[in-house]
T-cell receptor
Framework: SQTIHQWPATLVQPVGSPLSLECTVE??????LYWYRQAAGRGLQLLFY??????ISSEVPQNLSASRPQDRQFILSSKKLLLSDSGFYLC????????????FGEGSWLTVV | EDKVVQSPLSLVVHEGDTVTLNCSYE??????LLWYKQEKKAPTFLFML????IEKKSGRLSSILDKKELFSILNITATQTGDSAVYLC??????????FGKGTTLSVSS
């Protein structure tokens, strides 16, 4: 079966510190991978998506970046966090042929202080 | 600009009530509409709808799509406290990513 794992689950980081959130998918090959952010009252905002290794599309300008070093690994990074980066980050995967259904990881709560 | 609008934003009902959640959308190259339930953490998939007028049903939950009027409804009958959650509507177009609405927060009191 297909599973997705995301970590860490929670973290508290000072302003200006770096960030690395990691996500891995099992049980499928060449998935589409996504990073979403959920802020209170704003719904799910798409940050990045990837259709293959090394292929990253960014949806919003920001100080975050994403990388896909392996087929089933997706990493969200920042060199210097801002207070506004606080939120709930969700990794997700999908298969292009399945009508756009995507499945989410457990999420990571980031608080920047 | 593509958008997905859900209403109401929040709703409080008593156990046993029936609720209807709404989702309207404006997207080019519509492909599918999806409903998710989000409790404390990650959203979990409920339904995917691609054709008008065909009801999807799972237990007390059901959903239908109207592609002419560009909306969908999610019905929950005989609500239970375990139905308390944020319900998210998302629309897929010809691209690879889903566009999400802001969600409806449902609170079911006992």
């Amino acid at each position: 079966s297909q599973t997705i794992h995301q970590w860490p689950a929670t973290l508290v980081q000072p302003v200006g510190s770096p960030l690395s959130l990691e996500c891995t998918v099992e049980g499928t090959s060449n998935p589409n991978l996504y990073w979403y952010r959920q802020a209170a009252g704003r719904g799910l905002q798409l940050l990045f998506y990837s259709v293959g290794i090394g292929q990253i599309s960014s949806e919003v300008p920001q100080n975050l970046s994403a990388s896909r070093p392996q087929d089933r690994q997706f990493i969200l990074s920042s060199k210097k966090l801002l207070l506004s980066d606080s939120g709930f980050y969700l990794c997700a995967f999908g298969r292009g042929g399945s009508g756009n259904t995507i499945y989410f990881g457990e999420g990571s709560w980031l608080t920047v202080v | 600009e593509d958008k997905v609008v859900q209403s109401p934003l929040s709703l409080v009902v008593h156990e046993g009530d029936t609720v209807t959640l709404n989702c309207s959308y404006e997207v080019t190259n519509f492909r599918s509409l999806l409903w998710y339930k989000q409790e404390k953490k990650a959203p979990t998939f409920l339904f995917m709808l691609t054709s008008s007028g065909i009801e999807k049903k799972s237990g007390r939950l059901s959903s239908i799509l109207d592609k002419k009027e560009l909306f969908s409804i999610l019905n929950i009958t005989a609500t239970q406290t375990g139905d308390s959650a944020v319900y998210l509507c998302a629309v897929g177009d010809a691209g690879t990513a889903l566009i999400f609405g802001k969600g409806t927060t449902l609170s079911v009191s006992s």
